[in-house]
């Protein structure tokens, strides 16, 4: 088993706020770009639909944001 560095833990710490700071942006990105309020639709208006293609679209950044990253 190898040891846990300094610069290991730092460096998934730094790779990870990356991640999560374009992951937010590219929800705030989406949620301007559209002539509709995301959030509005998916709580108020009960749209599952939406909620469906809101959360491929999550899971489709996470992928390529790992992959960048790793």
């Given at each position: 088993m190898s040891e846990l560095s300094l610069s290991t833990v730092l460096?998934?710490?730094v790779y990870g706020v990356i991640g999560l700071v374009l992951f937010l942006a590219t929800l705030w990105i989406m949620e301007r770009l559209t002539p509709f309020s995301i959030q509005k639709k998916i709580t108020e208006d009960n749209n599952v639909a939406l909620g469906i293609v809101v959360g491929a679209v999550i899971l489709a950044l996470g992928m390529i944001y790992s992959?960048?990253?790793d």
């Open positions: 460096s998934t710490i992959a960048v990253i």
